[in-house]
């Protein structure tokens, strides 16, 4: 089970062990900003938790976010779609039902990676702001390529795009509606995990639709270096959410 590092409250959402969010405050004294929920990766399997995002929460916290890092049931340990999904869909509420932390009624930005991503794509409805990085955008492809080792089937069941088509429009972005919110997505050009061609597909499609979504791509960027607080995209990424959701006067 994952042991939840120093500073951070713990909310349950659920009867599982892993339906928690942790939550840690705003660093004091600065304007308080919104709520930055940061969602892991690991296409969608158990080893891989929140912990993951960890090293990402100082640099949220000190620029004025609450911060939230939820888990979640993946493949191994009861998750698998649709439950992954209701999973996020309970946390988020639980999140929005909390006030137990400065931040709490200001805007929602989903940051999420790789699987993360996905799950931060298919809930942006719920966000003023998504930031994906490196995300899975299409399921229907990513089946077919067999991308993270067969993920995409584990996750929708073993279940082909032909034998359940339903459920591929509702679990995969690029076939969903478009985020109405401003996304911005980040990958790089050399990700091995992730294809960097179905980002350029989902952000190319969904700017022909009008959908505000961006994409930047760093010529030189690791899958797992994206969620490195150190790692030269990230004054960016930054600098588009103050300009995206600027802190209230």
Known sequence: MLAHPAGCRVLRYGDDPQQVVEVWPAVPGKPA???AVLVHGGYWRTPWAA?????????FTGRGWRVAVPEYRRIGSG???PATSDDVAAALAALDEDD???????????????AGGHLALVHARAADAVVALAPVTDLVRGYAEGIGNGAVAELMGGASPQADPAAYLAASPRQRPWPACPVLVVHGTDDARVPVEHSRDYVATARSDGAPV????????????????????????????ATTLPTPP
Do not use: N, Y
């Not at 912990?51 to 640099?59: C, I, K, Q, R, T």
């Open 33 to 35: 900003r919104g709520t």
């Open 79 to 81: 998750g698998g779609w």
């Open 100 to 114: 137990g932390e400065r931040g709490r009624g200001g805007p929602v930005v989903l940051v999420g990676h790789s």
């Open 214 to 241: 961006e994409l930047v791509e760093p010529a030189s960027l690791d899958h797992m270096a994206l969620i490195d607080p150190a790692a030269p995209h990230w004054p960016a990424v930054h600098t588009w959410l």
């Open 51 to 59: 912990d993951l995002m960890h090293s990402l929460v100082p640099a």
